[in-house]
């Protein structure tokens, strides 16, 4: 009889091993379907710096024409929305300095995409629009465009490398 106790008990425990193992392996299923996601909106960011003592001259042209199309982006849709922020500290030195910082909502990749064209229906006089243009980058001494990915904070993994 004691031996009928060991082997209940010796079952007991590898059983309760086994699941105390694998419990935390097992995915868990939502009660109801889950429901359809929208698609994430495609983040970037613009940062420039214009060159020395030339910002207003640089900014007159960036809002005549980059604030206008991201205007008509928005009003079609296409931006979710956009934020322009001003740099100003000069405490770190000139290579980090930056002067406009510029944080774009795309409705998605593919609306990014569609947007390129509505400089050239949004100014139709495309020698002076590509003539100004060329005067702000002139002035601008540095430039970057970066993707960002928004990360949850509380899930498991960010979906990077």
Request: a positive charge; charged letters at 25%; proline letters at 4%.
């Amino acid at each position: 009889m004691l031996s009928t106790i060991a082997n209940r008990r010796m079952r007991w425990l590898l059983i309760a091993g086994i699941m105390a193992l694998t419990a935390g392996s097992r995915q868990a299923y939502p009660q109801s379907a889950p429901q359809p996601q929208a698609s994430a909106p495609y983040i970037v960011e613009w940062v420039y710096t214009a060159r020395w003592g030339y910002f207003d001259e640089w900014y007159a042209l960036f809002k005549k024409y980059q604030i206008a199309i991201l205007d008509k982006e928005k009003e079609e849709g296409l931006v979710t929305k956009y934020i322009v922020q001003r740099g100003g500290s000069h405490a770190l030195g000139e290579e980090s300095r930056w002067d406009l910082r510029v944080l774009i909502y795309y409705k998605s990749r593919e609306a990014q995409a569609t947007g390129r064209g509505i400089g050239q229906k949004l100014f139709p006089d495309q020698a002076t629009f590509h003539k100004e243009e060329q005067e702000r980058w002139r002035l601008t001494s540095r430039h970057y465009d970066l993707p960002i990915t928004e990360v949850d904070p509380h899930a498991e993994r960010t979906g990077g490398n």
